[in-house]
């Protein structure tokens, strides 16, 4: 387990049942939005929609570093995903981070990519 100076939030996930994150159906993705309200509104219609759930800093790297997982992020998340790196130290890869639009709506950024120097 590696000690974060800074742990935020950075976004939000649906979360169903099985308390597996909700994606696009057919897909692996594991998509995070800046609120509650955009996840739920994504996810919240499935049968299977349970509640939203927070993804903080330390929970994206124990999926990307420790795992072979990805979480895509919307605009926002990318931008808080980034801040709270740099305020880590943990190396970003430029070229991944240098097209990140912050009005965004939709998880294309993967946290994979951002991290992969």
């Known amino acids: 387990m590696r000690k974060l100076k800074h742990n935020p ?3 939000y996930h649906a979360i169903d049942l ?3 994150v909700m994606g696009p159906a057919g897909t692996e993705l594991n998509p995070a939005f800046a609120t509650e309200k ?3 509104e994504r996810f ?3 049968k299977y929609f349970l509640m939203t759930g927070e993804i903080w800093l330390g929970g994206i790297l124990g999926v990307v570093l420790d795992d072979v997982g990805d979480i895509q992020l919307d ?3 990318a931008q808080r995903f980034i801040r709270a790196c740099q305020k880590n130290a943990i190396p970003l890869n430029p070229n991944a981070i240098k097209e990140i639009n912050p009005k965004e709506q939709e998880p294309i950024y993967s946290c994979r990519q951002m991290l992969t120097v």
């Open 38 to 40: 955009k996840a739920e």
């Open 9 to 11: 939030i950075i976004g």
């Open 44 to 46: 919240g219609k499935e």
């Open 18 to 20: 099985q308390l597996s």
């Open 75 to 77: 605009g926002v998340c």
